[in-house]
Every structure is written in structure tokens, then in C-alpha cells.
């Protein structure tokens, strides 16, 4: 007799907030290569992460972006640790590019592989990138990061701009010590460079100096050249524009990035366990349960479930920011 299997019509993903989930961030590995303040404390394995043996291979993880894509998530955004030290990541690219409701693939780097693998993740659908830079002076990003790497950076944010990357975004993590004149020439640079500068507080630049300190430095940054603030600063970032509406500097403070409650986005790790905000209590084994043989349309289930239970605010812990990163 032949089983006839139960037809499920799970609808959008949402929380029981009313709040719709469009956005995924998909750290492929927890793998550094340099100490980097927006990253990690120190270069090798992340500070919460699974040993590469547990690791979904790519069918894997497209499978299950498959499945919340399947549920309005049209966002996908490639991370880690360092996603270009995985190899083979424009395979993962083109799988993801690929599937029927992924509108937007990016892709979050500190750049130093970047040239190299530029063409490639272009060709494979990735359009827009995020690259870790806090600085443009090759000793200052020697002692942040331990490496002598500066002119790979730039070298592939040249490369991503010829491959026709749009937005590129610049996160500079400001320290608590950063100057007005400092923050200039990094604006400066970015606007020639067509790259849009976001400034980001870990936490120590408020600690140090006040909450609003950043944005109203920022502000007095942005009017030197000429920008104006955004009327529509959606999301994590407060926006200046120039030209059109033309997004150009952005402010994430530390309070802000800690608003779970405005967030549109889930995450998940490289063993394809799925977390419903930043906060590492709030998780599913998608990856578990995929690999003990459960169906999409429990897999969907769990997903729709653990959405419908998510708190209005998750809150956030120092150690999954190292690996859910939220730039």
C-alpha cells in the first residue's frame, strides 16, 4: 500500500512578534587567519565552533538554505571565521546562487585572498562584500592583526571592484583612541574608492568615551564632506549619503548592535546548527537532524517552530559574535 505523505504549507518564516525573517548569515567554517578586532581575538579555530570532521559539506548546507529559502529567506550572506579559507567556497556560491528564492548572495571577509578568488565568486553569484579594514596604514594593521598583509587587502578590493562587486562595504572597527582625523582619511579613501565606510563599536570605544560619542563624531565626519544623513537608516547601521541617495558612511554602535529585536536575520554554523538570534541558547540541530535522516518537511517544521518560540530580544554573548558575526 502506497503511503500518501501529508501536504505541508508552512507559508513565511516569522517569529511570534510579527517580525518576518529575510536573512540569513552562513558561517562555512570558524577558521581565522590573523587576529582581527571585528573577527577574533587570534588567528586558528574560533571560539565556538565545531572540529571541521562535523562541518556540513556543501550539498549539505545548500540543502538546508534550500529549505528556509523555500521559506521567504532571500538573503544569504557567506561568513565565518575567514569563509575564503575553505576551500572550494565558489562551488558553495553557485550552489546557493542557484536556488529558487535567493535573491541576494554576499559574501564577509577580511580580504586578504580576496584577489585571488574574486573572479570566481563573481562568476558564481556572489554581488555584494563586506571586508574588515580598520586602517590604511601597513603598521598599524600589522600589530592589529600579526600580519604584514595590508597590500593583499587592497590589492583584492581592487580586484572586487574591476569584477564589478556592488555595495563593497568597509568595516572599520573603531577603537576607543581613534581620531576625528583618522576616521577623515579613511572617508576619504572609501568615497574615492566607491566603497561605503562603516564604523563599528565592538563595545570599548562606548565604554571608553559614551554611547553617542561615535555617531556624533561620525556626523561631524560626514559634514566635512558634504554628506547628508539618510532619512531611512534601516537595519543595524545609521546612514550619511552623498549624491542621490547614495549610501556612503555608516554607524554601528554598540548599543545598537545589541536591538535583537529589529533584526530580520538567523544564522547558522558550519555544522548546520541554526540560531534564531546572536545569543547561542537559542538554536536548532538542523545539521543533526539532516544527517539522522529526517525529511524537509520536518526539518521545515522544526525551523517554523523554533521561529514561532524566539524571544523578543535574544540578547548577545561575547563568544558566538566571533562566528555569528553580524556585519
Not at 510579527?18 to 581575538?41: Q, V
Request: charge should be positive.
Amino acid at each position: 500500500m502506497k503511503m500518501i505523505r501529508r501536504k505541508h504549507n508552512f507559508g513565511l518564516l516569522g517569529d511570534g512578534h510579527g517580525r518576518r525573517i529575510t536573512h540569513l548569515r552562513l558561517a562555512i567554517n570558524d577558521r581565522y587567519e590573523a587576529r582581527c578586532p571585528h573577527c577574533a581575538s587570534q588567528s586558528g579555530r574560533g571560539a565556538a565552533g565545531a572540529q571541521p570532521a562535523e562541518w556540513l559539506d556543501y550539498a549539505e548546507l545548500a540543502h538546508l538554505v534550500g529549505l528556509l529559502a523555500r521559506l521567504g529567506v532571500s538573503n544569504v550572506r557567506l561568513t565565518g571565521g575567514e569563509p575564503l579559507l575553505r576551500p572550494g567556497l565558489a562551488e558553495l556560491a553557485g550552489r546557493l546562487s542557484a536556488l529558487e528564492g535567493v535573491h541576494t548572495l554576499s559574501l564577509s571577509t577580511a580580504g586578504r585572498q580576496l584577489a585571488r578568488h574574486a573572479a570566481a565568486l563573481k562568476a558564481a553569484g556572489v554581488r555584494r562584500l563586506n571586508v574588515a579594514l580598520s586602517t590604511l596604514d601597513a603598521a598599524s594593521y600589522c600589530k592589529e592583526t600579526g600580519a604584514d598583509a595590508l597590500p593583499d587587502v587592497l590589492d583584492g578590493l581592487a580586484a572586487a571592484r574591476r569584477e564589478g562587486f556592488a555595495p563593497i562595504k568597509i568595516n572599520c572597527t573603531v577603537r576607543p583612541d581613534a581620531s576625528e582625523a583618522a576616521l577623515a582619511r579613511m572617508l576619504a579613501w572609501t568615497l574615492a574608492s566607491g566603497f561605503i565606510l562603516r564604523l563599528i563599536d565592538e563595545g570599548s570605544f562606548a565604554v571608553a568615551r559614551g554611547e553617542r560619542a561615535l555617531s556624533e563624531m561620525a556626523a561631524r565626519v560626514a559634514g566635512r564632506f558634504g554628506l547628508i544623513a539618510a532619512l531611512d537608516s534601516s537595519g543595524l547601521a545609521r546612514y550619511w549619503t552623498a549624491g542621490e541617495d547614495a549610501r556612503a558612511l555608516g554607524v554601528i554602535g554598540a548599543q545598537t548592535r545589541q536591538q535583537e529585536a529589529a533584526f530580520n536575520r538567523v544564522y547558522m554554523t558550519p555544522d548546520g546548527t541554526l540560531h534564531m538570534g546572536a545569543a547561542s541558547q537559542h538554536r536548532l540541530p538542523l545539521g543533526a537532524m539532516l544527517r539522522g535522516g529526517a525529511d524537509d518537511a520536518d526539518l521545515m517544521a522544526c525551523i517554523v517552530q523554533g521561529a514561532a518560540r524566539r524571544p523578543l530580544n535574544p540578547g548577545l554573548d561575547a563568544a558566538p559574535l566571533r562566528l555569528l558575526r553580524l556585519a
